[in-house]
C-alpha cells in the first residue's frame, strides 16, 4: 500500500494498491473538501436608491449550488438572504430586505454567491457576512457596506 499525503485544498486520498498480477488500481476516497470564503478586503459604498451588487466567492473555485449561503448582518439570524437546498428562503430574511434581495446566480456553479441589494437606504449600511456551509465545511466573510446620499 502506498499512500499519498492528504491534498489541503482538494482534500483527495490516492490509493494505488498492486496485485500479485501487477495491475493497478487506483482508488479516490472522498474524505473532506475545504474552503475559504472571500470577499473584499475594503468597503464597498452604494447610493441610496440605487442597487449594489456585494461579492463573495469560495476558494478554490467550486459550486456552491448545493450550499447553505446565508448573508446576514451582526448577528447569525439577523438574516439578510438566505439560500438553501438549492432555493430561496425568503420567510426568513429581515423584515427591512423583504423583497430587496437577490442571490446573483450567474456565477454559482463556479463559487461565486454575490448578493444584490435594491433600492439601497441609510438602514443598509454596516458589516454583512457571507457565510457558506457544506454538508462538511463551512466559512464565512465580513465586509462593509457604506451608504452615500
Given at each position: ?6 491534498f489541503?485544498?482538494i482534500g483527495f ?8 498480477l501487477e ?6 476516497m ?12 475594503n ?9 449594489i451588487v456585494?461579492p463573495?466567492?469560495?476558494?478554490p473555485?467550486m459550486s ?12 447569525f439570524?439577523?438574516?439578510?438572504h ?6 430561496d ?9 423583504h423583497g ?11 463559487g ?7 433600492r439601497?437606504t441609510?438602514?443598509d449600511?454596516?458589516?454583512?457576512s ?7 465545511f ?8 457604506k451608504?452615500?446620499?
Amino acid at each position: 500500500h502506498f499512500k499519498f499525503p492528504d491534498f489541503p485544498r482538494i482534500g483527495f486520498l490516492m490509493d494505488f494498491n498492486f496485485n500479485p498480477l501487477e495491475t493497478l488500481t487506483l482508488n479516490f476516497m472522498f474524505l473532506k473538501l475545504n474552503f475559504k470564503v472571500s470577499g473584499p478586503e475594503n468597503p464597498i459604498t452604494a447610493f441610496a436608491g440605487k442597487e449594489i451588487v456585494l461579492p463573495c466567492h469560495l476558494l478554490p473555485r467550486m459550486s456552491a449550488e448545493n450550499m447553505e449561503v446565508r448573508w446576514y448582518r451582526t448577528q447569525f439570524l439577523e438574516v439578510v438572504h438566505l439560500y438553501q437546498d438549492g432555493i430561496d428562503h425568503y420567510e426568513k430574511q429581515m423584515p427591512a430586505y423583504h423583497g430587496r434581495t437577490e442571490l446573483v446566480r450567474d456565477g454559482i456553479a463556479d463559487g461565486s454567491v454575490a448578493l444584490r441589494i435594491y433600492r439601497i437606504t441609510p438602514f443598509d449600511e454596516g458589516h454583512y457576512s457571507c457565510f457558506i456551509q457544506s454538508s462538511t465545511f463551512s466559512g464565512e466573510a465580513m465586509l462593509e457596506l457604506k451608504v452615500a446620499g
